[in-house]
């Protein structure tokens, strides 16, 4: 466990660097002790759900409690995404290890999209259902990621259910933009592979505003 809490130090430290002056970020390795610090409230979201997806959820948690230095509860809305404190936006994500999350207070900040991924490779079936042809050339599971954060920038703003071919990607360097196709509506994000795992963060600024 203290070798997962010192790779979740450097993917914390990674994803800080991903994010701009008014993005706070954090990274949390999943861990069963994080159930008994969980308001009872917030322990009512998932009272049923097998003990895998509690402590997903229990590290999640204490993550957002950090990032938002405050000890009250954070339900979830009819999507099971964190009802955030008025003036916050953010984003929470997780995968078999570790638990990544986002937040802003800034008024510039109108909505945030994070994801992380093991940097495995994945089947030629499951590349064919993420990747457009015109991005063959990308890393399927990297593209995953990528939309993964897209559409949660986009969700939180309002956006409409979406399919991985939905989103056109364009790669620069640890740079990408990402159109939702019909919507023509353009994210920017970035991203890097560290510790074996793929984060990706997206920040849509104020002027974008909200959409149906």
């Known amino acids: 466990m203290l070798a997962q809490r010192d790779q979740a130090i450097s993917v914390g430290a990674s994803l800080r660097a991903l994010a701009p002056p008014g993005v706070r970020t ?8 994080d159930w008994a610090q969980l308001d009872e409230a917030e322990r009512g979201l998932v009272a049923r759900a097998i003990p895998k997806r509690q402590h997903e959820f229990a590290s ?3 993550v957002l409690h950090e990032l938002l230095a405050s000890p009250e509860p954070i339900l979830a809305d009819s999507r099971r995404a964190p009802v955030w404190p008025a003036g916050t936006c ?3 994500a997780h995968d078999d290890q570790y638990v990544v999350a986002a937040v802003s207070t800034d008024p510039r900040v109108a909505a945030l999209g994070i994801d992380v991924e093991p940097a495995t490779p994945l089947s030629a ?5 993420i990747l457009r042809p015109d991005e063959g050339h990308l890393d399927a599971h990297l593209a995953f990621a990528l939309k993964e954060a897209v559409y949660k920038a986009w969700s939180s703003l309002g ?3 979406l399919e ?10 640890s740079l990408l ?6 919507a023509q509506r353009r994210f920017r994000g970035r991203f890097a592979v560290v510790c074996g795992h793929i984060v990706a963060l997206v920040v849509v600024p104020q002027e974008v505003g909200t959409w149906s």
Request: hydrophobic share 40%; aromatic share 0%; net charge negative.
């Open 90 to 92: 953010g984003s929470l």
């Open 125 to 129: 079936d499951l590349a064919a259902d």
């Open 60 to 62: 999640g948690r204490a």
């Open 26 to 33: 954090a990274c949390r390795a999943i861990s069963a002790d």
């Open 177 to 182: 933009v990402a159109t939702v196709e019909g």
């Open 164 to 173: 991985h071919h939905d989103v056109r990607l364009t790669i620069q360097g």
């Open 159 to 161: 956006g409409d259910m």
